[in-house]
């Protein structure tokens, strides 16, 4: 009897302190941008929401800035396990899935509804199956905007790019959408390109206003043109490292989780565009070009001249079903 009452006690206290010693499950979520914008603000709340849905068994650690890594090296670190989740750009996958350089094609979305329909729809499918490749996961795309020109000099009609050298992303279709205005695409990393900006290393950029202003482009450049020419997204990966040691529970409550922070990410790509192109012309630093219908649609000329070029290498019918889908009413 003494001995049943024993193994009763033991099996009480191990039951009762496992959980409150076991030890929580840290992920490391590196990425290259400021915490302030879309995708900062994001990964924010990614690391709220997972950290109060879990009890505390999830711990997040956040290095924003490329502190731990650029995303290229990111996506090697990904890989090992050495860090859990990353958000790197579409154009950082050219050598994993270079269909998602469809993202990167000119003038391709009309506007944020026509995008969100393909990226919640079958071409988005597609490409997270077609992302999730060696040990990487694709999970979800982030948004951060629509991408805008800066340079040192107005850029009013594509002429005016003429000879400019324009930092980029490494992406093909970037490369061939500089060059169908006559520009010099120059590949840099992020995090390198405020100083080449102000050595004139190069004399201009596109990215979204949230970008511009928190990396304080607009302090090295003298004139910026909203063209919403390109979108600017993010894929959200981890790795099946991590993902197949989580217990079910945990993985249904990631999953959720992942849900709702897209819907954050776009919600704040949506809001903070109107105040940091107010906060871009309060600084008076840098003089706004607001292309009219015919100007804009110079550039669209040019630029949708490159499409044929990439049918192969992205694949026709993921171009065209993207296209479908500005015709279908919400």
Known sequence: MHSVKSLLILLALIFLTTPLHAKPITIKFSHVVAKDTPKGQAAAFLKQRLEKR???????????????????????????????????????????????????????FHDTKHLHRVLDGEVGQALLTLASKGTLRALSFWDNGFKQLTANRPLITPDDAKAL?????????????FRAIGANPQILPFSEVYSALQQGVVAGQENTLSNIYTKRFHLVQSDLTISNHGYLGYLLVTNDIFWNKLPDDLKQIFSDVIVETTLFARQIAAQVKNDYLAKIESSATIKIHHLTPDQRALWQKKMLSIYPDFYKLIGEELIKKSQQQAQINP
Request: net charge positive.
């Open 165 to 177: 050298k324009f930092r980029i992303m490494s992406s093909e279709v970037l490369q061939a959408q």
């Open 54 to 108: 879990s009890s505390g068994r999830i711990r997040v650690k956040i290095y924003p800035n490329a502190t731990l890594y650029g995303d290229r090296a990111a996506l090697a670190a990904l890989q090992s396990n050495e860090i859990q989740l990353a958000a790197p750009s579409f154009a950082k996958f050219i050598d994993y899935s270079p269909q998602l350089q469809l993202f990167d094609l000119p003038f391709l």
